[in-house]
């Protein structure tokens, strides 16, 4: 076995050559106190507190978290509870921006002298993983190095999902940064190897990180191709490097390390200036954009219905945080950009095909890049044979999407498996 | 802004659908039914004509009748009928097209539940109790072009019934086949309507091997195996290539082995599928007292697909044990 399962899709990359420019600032953002995975923050302003860009607002003493920063000068406004679009609740600070975007005082760049230390300061630049889980990258620095030992870094430039195009100008606008952040994570990690995996539809990326890397002998730039889901996590790591990480396994178990390309650069960017995550690079695009398509540095908080307005999507029917795979529907176009957001994209139609009775054609199964038989599991699903769905190993679906996309009944088949991971009883 | 479109992801679809799907199977079995008009004319072309109505009436009255959603329009009605009118020779009464959809749709396919949960291939059980009941209809085999005589419809056997010419030439045995090996690929011998003409058939099932709607996996099992066996016992070439080219095994290895509905998911289990089918038509055609054996090799094969299913079922990838048992 040699490549997994996937699919083609319509690559849609229209904003690839969009160089990216500054979003223009909002007159007030909404930061949520969690945009990561892990326990969300306690916002540490009150109502009325004056904000500097880069002051921290949100922190917590819990282990999986990262503390959030504020992206404007101005006034705090409101702290409120906020309806996150993945349905959870939590607080969010409203910042009237000043227009001024003065910098905090306390910001400093970071002095790094070893792993803790570079640990200490990407917690503190609440860098979290910038390819849309949203894992702290900390905690991912953070590995055992005896207990597993790391020797490769996969750095995951696939952005196999269609549309987007933020990381592929972080390739062509920052390879330095990209480069640097790799050297510096291998140096105080003691990670010998890195890949940087791109789909091979970004020929000009490829060539470029193969000509900024040619002297660099611990970097090797791989060629993955372009199939959905390349860049999930399990697929990347097997593609690059063989490795198969198992059934209740982390990446670190086979000697992995996997970040996102524009994450690694951040941490590069944090150690040169000491300002933690505030902006991000984002796609706007979609069916229902009518102008000024492209790549923005955005504010984080900056409200969707902002972005929307100013490419002239307002007549959208549907509007997603991330890519149109595994994107996740906004309800309301006042939430905020977040950290772990890389695109908007707003469509004009919202509802698929009507579902129609399985025919059994086994396309899901062929399409399941693990090897899942997603027409068992919606059987064992409705008969609520928990044991069998046990067996049939649900609960390593990711959520890729491959099979109802595939489905030529359209049912919903990666929805049907969310269900059924819901349905089997946590120990 | 409000009022937006909320679902889970993805939010894209591939453009298949079941009805361009079976539309994809009705095109490939175009070839070999036009073939089987051209050999046994308007007749045959009536008859089929008559299974599609028949079964698009039943299906659609069963929908009504069992207050369910129409799906008379996802074709698959259309694929059964045209299947199973190529599987009846041209001679047939009236009433046996009837009769077969009958048994297709409303038996075996719309009691069961409809499309995707029947257990047998719905054509393939019509023509057995077809086969069964009306021995003596079912068995009006008339040559090739027999609609251009002057005289009385001229009878033929099949290839299969057929008996081979045993004669011997400077002391050495040798046995003549009934029909020339062209005769056999081009389709000129007596047989059902859609399953003489080997060429129509291996085009159709290229076209869905090549469109990705069918697995080679079945049919290559199926052939290779029955091939492979008949090769064995016979020892002779000209047997086995005139054994693969007769009878239904091409329209059942291509067209009718490969149904999503009755056949196993995974490529293992399509293999042993097609390996079981080509071992007992092997058997029933060389030991049994029918002539043909595809039928009821697929049929009973149907029968074993849930148990297929379950020993062959995918491995994910990193699971910790391997998955067995379990309900397919």
Not at chain 1, 72 to 86: K, M, Y
Not at chain 1, 413 to 426: S, T, V
Not at chain 2, 8 to 34: E, G, K, Q, Y
Request: hydrophobic share 45%; charged share 15%.
């Amino acid at each position: 076995m040699s490549k997994l399962n996937g699919i083609k899709l319509h690559h849609n990359k229209n904003t690839r050559d969009c160089e990216t420019a500054d979003f223009p600032l909002p007159r007030s953002v909404v930061i949520p106190m969690s945009q990561h995975m892990g326990a969300p923050c306690k916002c540490i302003v009150k109502k009325g507190d004056t904000v500097a860009v880069g002051q921290k607002i949100g922190d917590t003493d819990a282990f999986m978290s990262a503390p959030v920063h504020s992206s404007v000068s101005g006034t705090v406004t409101d702290i409120e509870q906020f309806l996150l679009a993945n349905g959870a609740v939590c607080e969010a600070a409203v910042i009237e921006t000043d227009g001024l975007q003065t910098v905090c005082p306390d910001i400093t760049v970071p002095e790094i002298t070893d792993k803790q230390s570079l640990i200490a300061a990407v917690r503190e630049s609440g860098l979290t993983g910038l390819g849309g889980a949203g894992f702290p990258t900390h905690i991912k620095l953070n590995f055992d190095a005896v207990k597993t030992p790391i020797d490769t870094l996969v750095i995951n430039a696939a952005e196999c999902e269609p549309y987007i195009t933020s990381d592929y100008r972080e390739l062509m606008e920052s390879s330095s940064d990209i480069i640097e952040g790799i050297l510096l994570v291998q140096k105080y990690c003691g990670i010998p190897l890195c890949k940087v995996c791109i789909e091979d539809n970004k020929p000009d990326a490829i060539k470029l990180m193969q000509q900024k890397t040619a002297d660099i002998k611990s970097i090797d730039i791989v060629t993955l191709p372009s199939s959905y889901p390349q860049g999930a996590e399990k697929v990347i790591i097997f593609s690059a490097t063989n490795r198969i990480v198992a059934e209740g396994e982390l990446p670190a178990n086979q000697g992995v390390m996997v970040m996102n390309v524009s994450t690694v650069a951040s941490i590069y960017r944090y150690t040169q200036n000491g300002m933690p995550l505030v902006e991000r690079r984002i796609t706007i695009d979609g069916n229902a954009v009518t102008k000024n398509a492209g790549n923005y540095f955005v504010p984080i908080g900056t409200r969707v219905s902002e972005l929307l307005a100013y490419c002239g999507a307002e007549g959208a029917k549907k509007v997603l945080y991330g890519g149109p795979m595994m994107g996740i529907c906004l309800y309301d176009t006042d939430q905020p950009v977040v950290k772990n957001n890389n695109a908007i994209l707003a469509f004009k139609e919202g509802k698929l095909p009507e579902t129609t009775a399985c025919i059994r054609c086994g396309r899901c199964v062929r399409t399941c890049p693990l090897n899942l038989m997603p027409v068992l599991i919606e059987s064992a699903y409705n008969a609520e044979d928990i044991e069998d769905l046990k067996r049939l190993k649900v609960t390593l679906c990711m959520n890729c999407g491959c099979c109802s996309y595939a489905c030529p009944a359209h049912r919903p088949l990666a929805e049907i498996n969310q269900l059924a991971k819901a349905m089997i009883p946590r120990k | 802004m409000k009022g937006l479109f909320v679902s889970p992801s993805p939010h894209r679809s591939s453009n298949a659908s079941t009805a361009r799907i079976m539309l994809m199977v009705i095109i490939s079995l175009v070839p070999a039914a036009a073939a089987g008009c051209v050999f046994f004319g308007p007749r045959a072309a009536l008859v089929l004509a008559m299974c599609i109505a028949c079964c698009i009436i039943f299906e659609a009255l069963c929908r009504i009748v069992m207050k369910r959603e129409q799906t008379v329009g996802d074709l698959s009605a259309v694929v059964t009928g045209l299947l199973l009118g190529m599987n009846l020779p041209a001679t047939v009464p009236f009433y046996i097209p009837v009769i077969g959809s009958f048994v297709a749709i409303v038996v075996i396919k719309q009691l069961f539940g409809g499309i995707g949960q029947n257990f047998a291939n719905p054509a393939i059980a019509a023509r057995i109790v077809l086969m069964l009941s009306f021995t003596g209809q079912m068995s009006g085999w008339v040559k090739p072009y027999w609609y251009t005589s002057v005289v009385d419809a001229e009878t033929s056997a099949t290839p299969l019934a057929a008996s081979w010419l045993n004669y011997t030439e400077n002391g050495a045995a040798y046995k003549m086949a009934p029909f020339t090996l062209s005769e056999m690929f081009f389709g000129e011998t007596g047989g059902c309507i859609g399953e003489t003409c080997a060429a129509a058939l291996i085009v159709g099932g290229l076209f869905l091997i090549f469109t990705k709607i069918i697995s080679p996996a079945t049919p290559l099992a199926f052939i290779g195996s029955f091939a492979l066996l008949t090769l064995l016992y016979t020892g002779s070439a000209v047997e086995t290539v005139y054994g693969v080219l007769a009878g239904g095994l091409l329209i059942g290895a291509f067209f009718m082995a490969t149904d999503y509905a009755t056949t196993p998911l995974t490529m293992w289990g399509k293999i042993i599928f097609g390996i079981g089918c080509g071992l007992i038509t092997f058997i029933i055609r060389s030991f049994g007292s029918y002539p043909e054996g595809v039928s009821f090799s697929i049929l009973l094969m149907n029968l074993l697909t849930p148990y297929i299913d379950r020993l062959t079922k995918t491995l994910p990838l990193g699971a910790k044990k391997p998955v067995k048992g379990g309900n397919a």
